[in-house]
T-cell receptor
Framework: GQNIDQPTEMTATEGAIVQINCTYQ??????LFWYQQHAGEAPTFLSY????GLEEKGRFSSFLSRSKGYSYLLLKELQMKDSASYLCAVTNTGTGFQKLVFGTGTRLLVSP | DSGVTQTPKHLITATGQRVTLRCSPR?????VYWYQQSLDQGLQFLIQ???????AKGNILERFSAQQFPDLHSELNLSSLELGDSALYFC???????????FGPGTRLTVL
């Protein structure tokens, strides 16, 4: 089976840095996605990691360690609009891009 | 705006009824995915179509079915509705040359 774990909720202050962790256990791991979802809205793509290491995109960075089954999303210079849920999702070689298996998401609350 | 459209935006119906949710993928995308998101739960993969053919199935109930038409739009049919089917239903599409799936705005289904 597959298991994806993320913290349920995190809080942080505007301007700060926050790291959201995701651990996974799955056979035939292919890649890991991070999506952002504001309440009641569609998830929007943030990053995709296949290889080990850090990928940076502006204020957002994502890290992957395949050997440890671990990823994190790093958000810098937090803004109020970053208050949202952050979803970690994996794909498997068996299914390729046939489906995304999502964790339950981490709700991030950014306060002034 | 992801380019994926879903109708209707909201749907309220009674137990035992049947509804059809519609999705139009981004222009040129051959793959369509359906996901269910219940309150406080993560996104659950239901089913995927590629160019009119079913490609992958998740934990989709037998009361649910889907199809993709020659013009690539897709419909998700939900029958014998139960209270527990109340959820947000998202459609996503993907081209063959990109990694990410693009999500539509969702249909919020309420079963009373």
């Amino acid at each position: 089976g597959q298991n994806i774990d993320q913290p349920t909720e995190m809080t942080a202050t505007e301007g700060a840095i926050v790291q959201i962790n995701c651990t996974y256990q799955t056979s035939g791991f292919n890649g890991l996605f991070w999506y952002q979802q504001h309440a009641g809205e569609a998830p929007t793509f943030l990053s995709y990691n296949v290889l080990d290491g850090l990928e940076e995109k502006g204020r957002f960075s994502s890290f992957l360690s395949r050997s440890k089954g671990y990823s994190y999303l790093l958000l810098k210079e937090l803004q109020m609009k970053d208050s949202a849920s952050y979803l970690c999702a994996v794909t498997n070689t068996g299914t390729g891009f046939q489906k995304l298996v999502f964790g339950t998401g981490t709700r991030l609350l950014v306060s002034p | 705006d992801s380019g994926v459209t879903q109708t209707p935006k909201h749907l309220i119906t009674a137990t035992g009824q049947r509804v059809t949710l519609r999705c139009s993928p981004r222009s040129g995308d051959l793959s369509v995915y359906w996901y269910q998101q219940s309150l406080d739960q993560g996104l659950q993969f239901l089913i995927q179509y590629y160019n009119g053919e079913e490609r992958a199935k998740g934990n989709i109930l037998e009361r649910f079915s889907a199809q993709q038409f020659p013009d690539l739009h897709s419909e998700l049919n939900l029958s014998s509705l139960e209270l527990g089917d109340s959820a947000l239903y998202f459609c996503a599409s993907r081209s063959g040359s990109e990694d990410e799936q693009f999500f539509g705005p969702g249909t919020r289904l309420t079963v009373l």
